[in-house]
């Protein structure tokens, strides 16, 4: 490969030096300077049609761009020079002459970028004393709404339907003052990836129509995770308000989902605010389910599944760490794991190179393969007459009582417990879902990414590992963990292909395992 040639120049009085090619803007982010922007985003072609990123080049004849203007040898960039930031306050100025005063009922009030840029470099007071124009808010289709009054014209929404959709629905229709973003008839944003455009509008122009007037932006709690809408293992941030889960954005990730997310992966937020959650381990005494404690509900499943061949059903969404103590769990007993997979069409990125909403809707299949699970259609075929079975994570959809009918004594860990375990459930250990515990999960190019704990676990119920954990211990496993990263430890340490990863060392961006099988049908989407 090629030595990349390297430049080094001065902004704001700070040396930096940079590969040849790259614009100022982010150049500047090198050094610790934000130079102030709106129709610019790393994702997206470069435009340069706000003006908003004029800074001061010596020896340039003009104020230069900043995010189409390469770095060149030598430079001396002043971002806050008093001609650069004269510059910036009139582009302001122009772009508040039609915004309305919206800031209190705005979406994005407390994250947008034209009410932050505006209180550091704008005008005290407006000039402008004509009334402001008005237009009706509009219903883009989809999840998405277009507030025209709020619109500064940034492209962004255009271009991303345009170059990385590749979808072309959006686009400036008239010219100058009375320029707005238009959409072509017959046509709406019910493209799967379409929902990025909200994320993508630095003002409150585009709103989701699910988020809508639901939550302040400084009333929000945010923590990284990752989604389980299928095998990509998209990065994204769930925020909370008052432990309830309102919403679920991505995260920057350029070796898994770039600066994006679809739609199946934003509306599974809300499985994660169910309201028949089991919160309490439960026993079975007779013909009913009993609260107990803890120690004796994990005792009670220990001997239900004693003397018997087992058979654990796992769930593909589970972490790696649960994935492991299931697997050791099997030894101590003997027996086999299964995983079942809901399937659905793939829909690619087509701008952004292998990205794409996955056929395989869970997200960590590729570790249930490499720890030994193996993927069953039918529950009833992997059973045979008197087998226990430990039901961990899988919801049971579409499985019916003849499926159950071969097992001696059924184990349930999970969330909510399905309607056909309740008369036939031995024991009930509530576990926590993703987004109420912290771990790790391996997409399918084989890249292992943490994800954090986000909300409170109702009730009593414990994290999925904590639970296995201490089940292993009580079937005769060796079980001693007291934290994830002391599980992920003993996977790596026992997995050649988890072999020389590090809990803390993957970091919030992940790194890839030695060895993945791909799953069938998924060859690798380009762009």
Same mark, same amino acid.
């Given at each position: 490969m090629a030595d990349v040639k390297l430049v080094?120049?001065?902004?704001?009085? %700070?040396?930096?030096?940079?590969?040849? $090619?790259?614009?100022? =803007?982010e150049a500047a982010k090198t050094a610790g300077v934000l130079i102030p922007h709106y129709c610019y985003h790393p994702g997206l072609p470069v435009a340069g049609v706000c003006r908003m990123c004029l800074v001061e080049v010596e020896k340039f004849p003009k104020l230069a761009p900043a995010c189409a203007t390469s770095v060149g040898e030598g430079q001396v960039?002043?971002?806050?020079?008093?001609?650069?930031? #004269?510059?910036?306050?009139?582009?302001?100025?122009?772009?508040?002459i039609n915004h309305p005063l919206d800031c209190p009922i705005c979406d994005q009030a407390g994250e947008c970028e034209l009410q932050d840029y505006t209180f550091a470099e704008g005008r005290a007071d407006s000039r402008y004393r004509e009334p402001k124009r008005f237009n009706p808010v509009e219903d883009f289709g989809g999840d998405v709404l277009y507030v025209p009054n709020r619109c500064i014209l940034c492209t962004r929404c255009v271009r991303f339907m345009s170059d990385v959709a590749q979808d072309p629905v959006l686009n400036v229709s008239e010219r100058g003052d009375r320029a707005f973003i238009g959409k072509a008839d017959g046509y709406d944003l019910t493209n799967p990836w379409a929902g990025n455009v909200v994320d993508l509008c630095p003002v409150g122009a585009l709103l989701s129509k699910d988020f809508l007037n639901r939550a302040r932006a400084w009333e929000l709690d945010r923590a990284p995770t990752i989604c389980i809408g299928c095998s990509q293992g998209c990065n994204a941030v769930a925020e909370t308000r008052d432990n309830v889960v309102v919403r679920l954005k991505p995260r920057a990730n350029d070796q898994v989902n770039q600066y994006y997310m679809c739609e199946v992966g934003r509306q599974g937020y809300r499985e994660f605010n169910r309201r028949d959650r089991v919160d309490q381990p439960l026993v079975r005494q007779g013909n009913t389910l009993a609260i107990a404690e803890w120690d004796d509900a994990v005792a009670s499943a220990a001997r239900s599944l004693a003397g018997r061949r087992l058979v654990v059903l796992a769930s593909a969404n589970l972490s790696n760490e649960a994935l492991f103590l299931l697997e050791r769990t099997i030894v101590a007993v003997g027996g086999d794991g299964v995983f079942r997979l809901e399937r659905g069409v793939e829909a690619p990125l !087509?701008?952004? !190179?292998?990205?794409?909403? %996955?056929? #395989?809707?869970?997200?960590?299949?590729?570790?249930?393969? =490499? @720890?030994?699970?193996t993927e069953t259609a039918s529950l009833g075929s992997a059973l %045979?007459?008197?087998?226990?079975? @430990?039901?961990?994570?899988?919801? @049971?959809d579409g499985v019916g009582a003849a499926d159950l009918d071969r097992a001696s004594s059924i184990v349930f860990v999970?969330?909510?417990l399905p309607a056909a375990l309740d008369a036939r459930a031995a024991v009930v250990l509530p576990i926590t879902n993703i987004l109420e515990e912290e771990g790790t999960l391996t997409n399918l190019r084989g890249r292992v990414q943490r994800f954090l704990q986000a909300k409170a676990a109702p009730g009593v119920a414990r994290p999925t590992w904590y639970v296995l954990a201490d089940l292993l211990a009580a079937?005769?496993?060796?079980? %001693?963990? *007291?934290?994830?990263?002391?599980?992920?430890?003993? @996977?790596?340490? /026992?997995?050649?292909?988890?072999?020389? =990863?590090? *809990?803390?060392? =993957?970091?919030?961006?992940?790194? !890839?395992?030695?060895?993945? $099988?791909? !799953?069938?049908?998924?060859?690798?989407? /380009?762009?």
């Open positions: 080094s120049l001065t902004i704001e009085g %700070r040396a930096v030096t940079v590969p040849d $090619g790259m614009s100022i =803007l960039v002043h971002v806050h020079s008093p001609k650069a930031l #004269e510059a910036r306050k009139g582009v302001l100025e122009f772009l508040l !087509p701008g952004a !190179p292998d990205l794409a909403l %996955r056929g #395989e809707r869970a997200a960590n299949a590729a570790a249930a393969r =490499l @720890l030994g699970f %045979r007459e008197g087998d226990a079975l @430990l039901i961990v994570g899988d919801p @049971l999970g969330t909510a079937v005769g496993g060796e079980s %001693r963990f *007291y934290m994830p990263s002391e599980v992920f430890a003993a @996977l790596a340490s /026992t997995h050649a292909s988890f072999a020389g =990863l590090d *809990y803390e060392a =993957l970091g919030l961006r992940g790194l !890839p395992v030695v060895e993945v $099988g791909a !799953p069938a049908g998924s060859a690798e989407v /380009t762009a």
